[in-house]
């Protein structure tokens, strides 16, 4: 298909993802407030701990820093995937997806576009007026580095949406598809740096982080908008893990469709 | 006003709630495996709570004056009532903002019962009691690894905060659910109280300059875990139960005026 044909297609299916959100934009608001108020906490209380001195090289405003960027890259990588395909699967919703000459997976990535494009910009303003009221909230300004920070997001944002669209595949086996993705979310909380920088982890447990694909999901992005991963070798790590686990993630999720889809075919068959 | 056809009919309170209770417990007793998928759930919860407090207590000997045992008190009262919220509050009342969508309130309406209490407790979540137990589990083991033997006053207390607690926490439920009848396509209003209730996680004193504000003094939602546990560990008077406790009845009056005034919206735009 010509990429033109692409285009055309991606237009309409964003479009009609952009007019279903507009429906429930007082919902998505509140999803928002919902993503904010684990960092704003998670912030408060480092704030406390830290008190005048610092807490591991990180100050009150270093800390402010993180998790201002937590809030900003969560919001522009989170994926609820998983609970959209647990449903099509079980109440057979995936039926008439299949049915279309287009994969289910286009829909699921242009939702995913529509919906940050709007929670994204959202999540801008209200950063930046805090940004502007707060001194020690704003982020190093380096044009290299958000160029850089950009492709970070983005990386993290297909790799979260593998992660949970391969995970709500698993619904094809098990009921319990959504509470393997809270599982997930559970230990994110730590090695993907929700809950604390991972320099202040116990160090074999920040090393697990990084060895894994947790840090490449938020830590890492956040860490290089921060300004705290800089030099070209920690860069070209970071970006190398982020590049072998996306791989990785699409290899699995390609794998678990097409075991998935043969087994759903022989049960509605 | 038209009379009542069957003056002698109309069902007791406590008779329809043992009913509620009877069809719940047959129902849930169908799914067993969702006991040990709820335990393990809850058992994950608890363990991701202590381990964030563990590395809070890595750079830190306290949390707003309070040391490591005493918040795993307050996390035991937290776990308390997410399972008071999650058995009881989240299938009940939380329903209601689809129950106004879709109409599915005047079939509720039309019964002789008070229509707020039904749509409380018609639906429970049995399994969910489970945290209402390993809560309490893991505040009496903190107790004991604080060296701290509470007096009967102060267990006394406890248990009249914690009820207290519970009533304020439903109240804001009510209030909140209530806010269906006016912004009807909001189907997550539920969502709201759970972002407000993540503050309760830690002791009020806990947190810095405007969070303090938010969670505080404008939604006190944080002292709903606060009180109780600062009772438990002799942190505060005995004697603050009765203020709990005067203040979750008036928060169940004014929240009953708000449902009251809610459906007044409703029946009006039915009729």
Known sequence: MSAAAWARRYGALMRNAWMVDLQYRAAILLWVLWGLAEPAIALGIWWTIAGPAEVGGYDQAAFARYFFGVMLVNQLTIAWDS???????????????????????????????????????????????????????????????????????????????????????????????????????????????????????????????????????????????????????????????????????????????RRGIVRYGAVGG | MTPDPHPLRRPRWAAVLAALLRLNLAEELQYRANFVASLLGTLFWIATALLTLALFFRHTEQLGGWSYWEVVVLLGVFNTLTGVIEA?????????????????????????????????????????????GCGLALAGYALVRLGRVPTVLEVTSFFIALIAAAVVVYSIWVALMSLAFWFVSVENLSVLFDSLYEGARYPVSAYPGALRFVFVYLLPIAWTTTIPAAALVGRVQPGVAAGAAAVAAAALLLARLVWQTALRRYTGAGG
């Open chain 1, 83 to 257: 609970w959209y395909l647990d449903r099509w699967i079980r109440a057979g919703e995936l039926n008439f997806r299949l049915a279309r000459p287009l994969h289910p997976a286009h829909e699921a990535v242009a939702d995913n576009i529509a919906y940050k494009v709007r929670t994204g910009s959202l999540m801008l303003v209200v950063w930046l007026f805090v940004a502007l009221a707060w001194p020690a909230a704003r982020l190093p300004f380096d044009p290299a580095h958000w160029a850089l920070g950009a492709v970070a997001v983005l990386l993290a944002a297909a790799m979260r949406f593998c992660i949970s669209f391969t995970t709500g595949l698993l619904a094809f086996w098990t009921t319990r598809a959504t509470a393997i993705m809270e599982l997930h979310s559970g230990i994110s909380l730590f090695l993907a740096g929700r809950i604390a920088p991972l320099a202040l982890l116990p160090p074999p447990v920040g090393a697990l982080a990084g060895i894994l694909w947790f840090r490449s999901t938020l830590a890492f992005p956040v860490d290089l908008l921060t300004g705290s991963v800089s030099g070209t070798g920690p860069l070209l790590r970071g970006f190398a893990g982020q590049i072998v686990w996306l791989a990785l993630w699409i290899l699995a999720c390609r794998l678990v469709w």
């Open chain 2, 88 to 132: 009881v509050l989240r299938p009940g009342i939380g329903q209601l903002t689809e129950e106004v969508r879709k109409g599915g309130l005047d079939l509720v309406l039309s019964r002789p019962v008070d229509p707020l209490a039904f749509v409380s407790f018609r639906r429970l979540d049995l399994w969910r009691f489970t945290d209402v």
